[in-house]
């Protein structure tokens, strides 16, 4: 008679999808953080740079920080969610088999 191990619970599938999750949260933080960084130069249609020392044209950049975070977090989250889904999944395959 062999022993049937137990299913994985829930938790140890949901923190595995959202710490990949995680990972690819902070991995596209890092690549928004190195692109807002870098300077931005504006060219018209004669690939001419668009002269923005005049004082008619004014530029504010946006603080990234805020989307960073939300990339981070939002990433967890839809982690988390994945590994829901894929564990209830894998959960009605493998009852489905035993019948």
């Not at 829930?10 to 928004?32: E, I, P, R, Y």
């Not at 004014?58 to 920080?65: G, H, K, N």
């Not at 981070?72 to 009605?92: K, Q, S, T, Y």
């Amino acid at each position: 008679m062999s022993r049937r191990r137990s299913p994985r619970p829930a938790a140890v599938t949901v923190l595995v999808f959202a710490g990949l999750g995680l990972l690819c949260g902070v991995g596209s933080a890092a690549v928004l953080w190195w692109f807002a960084s870098r300077p931005l130069t504006f060219y018209t249609a004669s690939y001419e740079p668009l002269d923005l020392i005049s004082p008619v044209v004014r530029l504010d950049s946006v603080s990234p920080y805020g989307y960073m975070a939300a990339l981070i977090a939002g990433g967890a989250g839809l982690g988390g969610v994945c590994g829901m889904i894929a564990h209830r999944l894998g959960w009605e395959l493998t009852r489905g088999e035993q019948r």
